[in-house]
């Protein structure tokens, strides 16, 4: 994968616990917090953000390759409406 999330050894003074989104790719931090969770929402956008190609089903319509739902037409353009994945979409 290309996003980690990072867990500090011990907390700070006044939030707790660190975590930090890692780019293993850049080698860079994106963003510090103090909430596990709000880490992982943040590294589950960025991997979004990649790009992946629609998978082709038997019907006419394909279908998004990380939530496996039909996209329908009415979708935005380059993304699923479903779970945000971007997509490369053929014009
Ligand atoms: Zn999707």
Redesign the pocket.
């Known amino acids: 994968m290309k996003y980690q999330i990072l867990e500090s050894e011990k907390g700070s003074y006044t939030g707790g616990k660190e975590f930090a989104v890692y780019d293993c790719t850049n080698r860079e931090y994106i963003c510090v917090t103090f909430s596990k969770d709000v880490a992982m929402k943040i590294k589950e956008a960025l991997e979004k953000q990649v790009i992946m190609k629609p998978e082709e089903s038997i019907y006419y319509v394909d279908y ?1 390759p ?2 496996k ?1 039909f996209l329908m037409e009415n979708n935005f353009l380059n993304y ?1 409406s ?2 945000g ?1 971007k997509l490369e979409i053929e014009s």
């Open positions: 998004c990380r939530c739902r699923c479903y779970c994945q």
